[in-house]
Nanobody, 124 residues
């Protein structure tokens, strides 16, 4: 099993920034794609961004592109999501996920491992 623990969420004003971290432990997930999803109340889980082992990345909606940056430190088994220019509509629980595959997917059901989530709240 791969355990994922997110951190870095919190309350921030519109226009502010947050950096989320996700630390992986347990069974080695070498070569795994790591992703960030988010889920707002009453909405489906939404793909935010994902990154391959070698650093290739992809982003979800146009509202995320240009504001969010995903990165990873393989030596530390950690993936990050830098979020800038945050808006109230970014308010959600943010989940880290791992996919035992080398190709990025935007589908939640293709990720086998999930963290418990971290709350991000953006006030207007």
């Amino acid at each position: 099993q791969v355990q994922l623990v997110e951190s870095g969420g919190g309350l921030v004003q519109a226009g502010g920034s947050l950096k989320l971290s996700c630390a992986a432990s347990g069974r080695t997930c070498s070569g795994c794609v790591m992703g960030w999803f988010r889920q707002a109340p009453g909405k489906e889980r939404e793909f935010g961004a994902a990154i391959t082992w070698s650093g290739g990345s992809a982003y979800g909606s146009e509202s995320v592109k240009g504001r969010f940056t995903i990165s990873r430190d393989n030596a530390k088994n950690t993936v990050y999501l830098q979020m800038n220019s945050l808006q109230p509509e970014d308010t959600a629980v943010y989940y880290c996920a791992a996919r035992q595959h080398s190709r990025i997917s935007a589908l939640p059901n293709e990720y086998a491992y999930w963290g418990q989530g971290t709350q991000v709240t953006v006030s207007s």
